[in-house]
Every structure is written in structure tokens, then in C-alpha cells.
């Protein structure tokens, strides 16, 4: 016996269905693109053909199909869509459809159905034209087939980023500690405490973060393994799209797709690198590595501000720890620069500004409570 409840999702499901259906429709007809407009297509006829699904269930439940008329949302990404270009609420359209895969990836009915696997497709796709809507040149072939992974500057980023935060969070203790008492010692014992907590605490949260990555990525690999085995065809057909997103003709993108998913193993790592954009070799990388050298940059910016304060006491060593860490703050903002490209000199002296400000607001507040504080 199907509950009210049950009634009452079906009905849901269906006007979302009916709603995506349409506005990919509209998408369709306000894009350019001739791949891009036969894969709205394809994706509008995915979604009405999930939308049939429910209107079975309903009439199967004895309950009355509604009348369907579009919603205001609807009605607003495809006038977006005809007025601005499609490219405007792509972002907007991926969110809807992680939202989708989530929704069902709980309701009993979809179970083996493939709904579920289609949505996280679509929601997939969307991100992918949403970062790059232009898509790619339908002749590179070779790069559509994960043997060419991106590289860029990433791990250089974390790195001068990891220092950053070292010199700067240590600097503005230090200076902190100096503008309430000008105790080297106690400046020294505060400089040593603030790195080892730092490091330690950067290490604990990137092991953390990539190890939850490493056990996320395992997990999807498995869900999209399972879907290998089970439904081959839905795989090929998501693949497909995938790389007419990315600028193939139809017949093109089902070539490439077949080809690949013929060898089981090549078939997974493709749909992993393509579907998940995930290297299943690496899952990530470590999480050790990843501590470790989180905690050895933070240390290592860390320790410039504290360095005076093994040779020296008083004033001096609190002149020095700040030129030391001006010095320190340039290298950094001249570092970053190696990827994004801009002017060494400026983003150098940028990044002076910004992390002797911060040391000056925290002396300023050691110097207030200082005072204010009996001794």
C-alpha cells in the first residue's frame, strides 16, 4: 500500500523532472554551440524519461498525475539563459543537480534504476562546462583519456600559503607578547609555544583533510565501479556526454566512450578521471606526506619572528624579529607570484604591509594591556 507520503514525493519528483526537462530545453534553444546544443537535448530527454518513471508510480499508486506548468525558477534560468547566454546559469544549474543526485540517492524506487548515477552525471557535467563553458577543441582526443593529468600551481601555493601562515601568526604573538612586557625569555618561551602549536595543529588538520578526501575518493570509485558492473550501458551513455560537454560530436564522443570502456580496468580509471576528476592511482596523495611537509612550512615561517630571540634580548631583538620577518613576508609575496604571475615587487611589499600591520595591532593591544595590567 503507498502511503499519502510516498504520493507526495512521487509528485515532487515528477515536477522536478518536468522542470529540469524544460529548462534544458530552453538552454537547447538558446545556445549556439551544436554539441552543446544536442547534449541539452540529451539531457532534457534523460530527465523526462525520469520524470516517466514517476507518473508510472503514480498512476500505479491509483494517484492522479498533476498538471504540470513551470515554476518561477524555471522560468527565470531560461530567460536568463535566452537573454545573457547559457554560460551565466551553469553554476546555478550544477548546484540543482548535486542536489537532485542527493535527494534520490535515498529513496528505495531509484534502486537500480540509474536515476541517481544519471543526476551525479549531470551534476557533474554542469561543473565541468560552469569552470570551462567554451569547452575544448573536438580534436584533442589523446587529453580526453586522463593521460595527460593537469598540472599547476597548486602545491607551490600550499606551500608559500603554509609559511605565510607560520611567520605571520608567530610574528603577531611575538609582537603581542613584546608590547605587554619586554621579556626576551618570555617572548622566546610564547615564539616556541606559538610554532609548535601552529605546526602541530596545520599537520593534524592537512592529515585530516586528506585523509577524509582519500577515504571520499574510495568510496566514489567503488559506487562508480558498482555502476560499471551493473548498468554498462548508462556508464557509456554519461561518459558519452561527458565529452560532447567538452566540445565532441555526438558520434565522436560514443566512439571515444566505447573504446575506452571495452577494458574494465582502463574503463574505471577513465570514468574516474573523467566522471570524478580523480587519479585513482594517488586517491589525493598521502596524508602523512601531506602533515609532514604542512608542519615543516609552518615551522619554517614560523621560526624567522623567534630566531632574534636565541641572540639577542630587549629592543634589539624585537627590531630585528621584525626586519627579519619583513624580509621574510616580501620573499613570500614575491614567491606567489610564481603562479599567479603578477608583478614580484609589488605583491612583495603587498605582502609586508598586510603582515607588519597585523604585528603592529597585536603590540599596540600587548602595549594597552600592559599598561593596564598590574605587574
Request: proline fraction near 3%.
Amino acid at each position: 500500500m503507498t502511503s499519502r507520503s510516498d504520493i507526495k514525493r512521487y509528485r515532487d519528483n515528477l515536477k522536478e523532472e518536468r522542470n529540469a526537462a524544460a529548462l534544458y530545453d530552453r538552454m537547447a534553444a538558446a545556445e549556439n554551440h551544436p554539441q552543446l546544443k544536442d547534449l541539452y537535448r540529451k539531457l532534457a530527454d534523460t530527465e523526462r524519461k525520469h520524470a516517466l518513471v514517476w507518473e508510472t508510480r503514480l498512476r500505479e499508486a491509483g494517484a492522479e498525475v498533476p498538471v504540470w506548468k513551470a515554476d518561477w525558477r524555471t522560468r527565470l534560468l531560461g530567460w536568463l539563459a535566452r537573454r545573457f547566454g547559457v554560460n551565466l546559469v551553469l553554476p546555478t544549474i550544477a548546484d540543482l543537480e548535486q542536489g537532485a543526485g542527493n535527494r534520490y540517492s535515498g529513496q528505495p524506487e531509484v534502486k537500480g534504476t540509474g536515476m541517481a548515477a544519471e543526476e551525479r552525471s549531470h551534476a557533474r557535467i554542469f561543473r565541468m562546462l560552469s569552470s570551462d563553458p567554451k569547452g575544448l577543441d573536438g580534436g584533442a582526443v589523446t587529453r580526453f583519456e586522463g593521460r595527460h593529468p593537469a598540472t599547476g600551481g597548486n602545491a607551490l601555493r600550499a606551500g608559500v600559503l603554509g609559511a605565510n601562515d607560520g611567520l605571520v601568526s608567530v610574528l603577531s604573538l611575538v609582537m603581542g607578547v613584546a608590547g605587554a612586557a619586554m621579556d626576551s625569555h618570555a617572548i622566546l618561551i610564547a615564539g616556541l609555544a606559538g610554532l609548535l602549536a601552529g605546526a602541530i595543529s596545520m599537520a593534524l588538520g592537512e592529515w585530516l583533510s586528506v585523509q577524509s578526501s582519500r577515504e571520499l575518493y574510495a568510496r566514489q570509485i567503488a559506487i562508480e565501479k558498482d555502476e560499471l558492473a551493473t548498468a554498462p550501458q548508462e556508464e557509456c551513455e554519461e561518459l558519452a556526454l561527458i565529452y560532447q560537454a567538452k566540445g565532441l560530436d555526438a558520434v565522436q564522443a560514443h566512439q571515444v566512450a566505447e573504446r575506452l570502456l571495452a577494458d574494465p580496468v582502463q574503463a574505471l580509471n577513465t570514468l574516474s578521471r573523467e566522471e570524478l576528476g580523480m587519479n585513482p592511482d594517488e586517491l589525493g596523495g598521502s596524508a602523512w606526506v601531506a602533515a609532514s611537509t604542512s608542519f615543516l612550512l609552518f615551522a619554517l615561517g614560523a621560526v624567522v619572528p623567534v630566531l632574534p630571540f636565541f641572540f639577542t634580548d630587549g629592543q634589539p631583538a624585537v627590531m630585528w624579529s621584525g626586519g627579519l620577518s619583513a624580509i621574510g613576508l616580501f620573499i613570500i609575496g614575491a614567491g606567489i607570484t610564481l603562479v599567479t604571475g603578477r608583478n614580484f615587487f609589488w605583491a612583495g611589499i603587498r605582502q609586508v604591509i598586510f603582515g607588519l600591520g597585523a604585528a603592529a595591532i597585536t603590540f599596540g593591544i600587548g602595549r594597552l594591556l600592559g599598561v593596564q595590567v598590574p605587574g
